[in-house]
Nanobody, 126 residues
Framework: VQLQASGGGLVQAGGSLRLSCTPSGLTLSSYAMGWFRQAPGKEREFVAA????????RYADSVKGRFTISRDNTKNTVYLQMNSLKPEDTAVYYC????????????????????WGQGTQVTVSS
C-alpha cells in the first residue's frame, strides 16, 4: 500500500494550497483518513481527520476555520484545503489511513493510523 500526497509548495502568508492524497492498493472508502504535519525539530502533530463517508470531520485547534478536509471516494482521494496560511503552518504534511472507517477518540493519535504517505512540503513565507 502506498499513499501519494501532493500539492505542497511555497506560498506567501495569507495564501492557499490544496493537498491531495491518493492511495494505491487501498480502497479509501473503507477507512477514516487523517492529515498530520511535522515541522523541523518538532514532533508530528494531528491536523485534520474525516470519516469514511465524509460526514464527520475533526480539526486541530490551530487550523480550525482555516483548513478543510474532504474526500471523494469515487476518485479515491482525500483533500486538505488550506486557506489563510501562516508561517507556523510550515511543515511536511502527511496523509494516513485510520484503522477504522469511523472516528473515535483515537483520531488525533498517529498510533492508530496504519498506512502513511511520503509527505509533501508546505512552506509559508512571511
Amino acid at each position: 500500500v502506498q499513499l501519494q500526497a501532493s500539492g505542497g509548495g511555497l506560498v506567501q502568508a495569507g495564501g492557499s494550497l490544496r493537498l491531495s492524497c491518493t492511495p494505491s492498493g487501498l480502497t479509501l472508502s473503507s477507512y477514516a483518513m487523517g492529515w498530520f504535519r511535522q515541522a523541523p525539530g518538532k514532533e508530528r502533530e494531528f491536523v485534520a481527520a474525516i470519516v469514511w463517508s465524509g460526514t464527520i470531520t475533526r480539526y486541530a485547534d490551530s487550523v480550525k476555520g482555516r483548513f478543510t478536509i474532504s474526500r471523494d471516494n469515487t476518485k479515491n482521494t482525500v483533500y486538505l484545503q488550506m486557506n489563510s496560511l501562516k508561517p507556523e503552518d510550515t511543515a511536511v504534511y502527511y496523509c494516513a489511513s485510520h484503522r477504522h472507517p469511523d472516528l473515535d477518540g483515537t483520531y488525533y493519535s498517529d498510533e492508530f493510523y496504519t498506512y502513511w504517505g511520503q509527505g509533501t512540503q508546505v512552506t509559508v513565507s512571511s
